[in-house]
């Protein structure tokens, strides 16, 4: 039997009491995206971690200015460990050389690391009338299929990203985040 590990660090204190149950609700998020994505079938039979961490605009601005040229702090940022197939693409643009999973066997696999940024999220919160809550449970989801090889890039691959997202947080019983023209502009999360 396989296990995901998930380790949630809070780098910030400002995480702390944000919501109810946050830690659980977090895993469960995570849990969920990792378990009703599209995988590679060596990693279904690998042992995953994965690491969330909480924090603050002023580490992700430097994180996203660092890794991605844009000096400015965002919600999620995702930073893969591996280079897994894409979902959503057509043949002609999958381009990545994908990381052999047979590698890692016998070991624990390292998914990557899923960060937020407190501020930016608590800002995206009061405008478009989400609860904190609500909206960070959908960056974590959507930051681990990040990690699993989702991605946004085309209307095809949004679209096909964004039923993933939805059909996990009904299932945890949140609304659809992108129920109007105010919501996440898909395009622009990390």
């Given at each position: 039997?396989?296990t995901?590990?998930i380790?949630i660090?809070t780098?910030?204190?400002?995480?702390?009491?944000?919501?109810?149950r946050?830690r659980?609700?977090i895993?469960?998020?995570?849990?969920l995206?990792?378990?009703m994505?599209?995988?590679?079938?060596?990693?279904?039979?690998?042992?995953?971690?994965?690491?969330?961490?909480?924090?603050?605009?002023?580490?992700?601005?430097?994180?996203?200015?660092?890794?991605?040229?844009?000096?400015?702090?965002?919600n999620?940022?995702?930073?893969?460990?591996?280079?897994?197939?894409t979902?959503?693409?057509?043949?002609?643009?999958?381009?990545?050389?994908r990381t052999?999973?047979r590698?890692?066997a016998?070991r624990t696999?390292?998914?990557?690391?899923?960060?937020?940024?407190?501020?930016?999220?608590?800002?995206?919160?009061?405008?478009?009338?989400?609860?904190?809550?609500s909206?960070t449970?959908?960056?974590?989801?959507h930051?681990?299929?990040?990690?699993?090889?989702?991605?946004?890039?085309?209307e095809?691959?949004?679209k096909?990203?964004e039923?993933?997202e939805c059909?996990?947080?009904?299932?945890?019983?949140?609304?659809?985040?992108?129920?109007?023209a105010?919501?996440?502009d898909?395009?622009?999360?990390?």
């Open positions: 039997m396989t995901l590990q380790d660090d780098a910030s204190t400002k995480w702390k009491g944000a919501f109810t946050q659980k609700k895993e469960q998020a995570a849990a995206a990792y378990l994505a599209k995988k590679p079938a060596a990693l279904k039979a690998q042992d995953v971690s994965l690491t969330i961490t909480l924090s603050t605009d002023a580490a992700m601005r430097r994180l996203n200015r660092d890794w991605r040229a844009t000096d400015k702090p965002t999620v940022l995702s930073f893969p460990q591996l280079t897994l197939p979902h959503g693409r057509t043949a002609k643009t999958k381009t990545r050389t052999d999973l590698l890692f016998g696999l390292p998914l990557g690391d899923v960060i937020l940024a407190f501020e930016t999220i608590r800002r995206e919160c009061r405008a478009q009338k989400k609860t904190l809550e909206h449970l959908h960056l974590v989801v930051g681990v299929l990040h990690l699993l090889g989702y991605d946004h890039m085309s095809k691959e949004a096909y990203m039923k993933l059909d996990i947080l009904a299932m945890m019983g949140y609304p659809n985040p992108y129920h109007d105010a919501t996440l898909s395009k622009k999360t990390g």
